[in-house]
């Protein structure tokens, strides 16, 4: 999206308005990640908003349409209802985030809020009804819900997910063994 649109779209692009756009930079992007497949990558991580039934249909049925992959659709949604953890995320996308940079703090802040609006009115949580396999973590990683997933890589993605950590945090490290002084 940033290569073909702007590093800082504007607020239309995230709108009803905004959908077809949206749906080309989601072309684009999920035929980079099936070339990647079909090139002796074994994952490929599609990062986009498919906040509606519709969209994870469509995303499926392109992957199952590509003949050479045998690759399963792995859905990964993270569902934030706390208010402390959404004002650290939006901090968080407002000093880190490259559409963000240069932008003062209350005007980057209102943008995100806006997107999260428009995102929330046509937003459809993932079912078990859709019958694709899931991961839903809820508020960080206070709660998580998976829903058919099983096989070695499935697993391993879930362990990867539920060993992640949101927060900064101190890692010590120790050199320990035995040392010869004289």
Known sequence: RRENINIHPPIE???????????KMA??????ALRALMSNVDI????ATNITKRKRIWLVDQVKSCSKLHSQVIFVES??????????NIEETNRFSPEYIGIPFEEATEDIKKRVSHYTK????????????FVKLINGHRQ???NLMS???PGKILMLLMNQHCRPRTIFMSRHGGTLFT
């Open 13 to 23: 692009f995230y709108t009803e308005e905004g959908e077809k756009a949206r749906h």
């Open 27 to 32: 072309e684009i992007t999920l035929q980079r």
């Open 44 to 47: 490929a991580i599609y990062d």
């Open 79 to 88: 569902i934030c209802n706390d208010p402390a953890i959404i004002k650290e």
């Open 122 to 133: 046509c937003y459809e949580p993932l079912s078990e009804n859709e019958g694709f396999p």
């Open 144 to 146: 998580l819900i998976t």
């Open 151 to 153: 096989g070695y890589i």
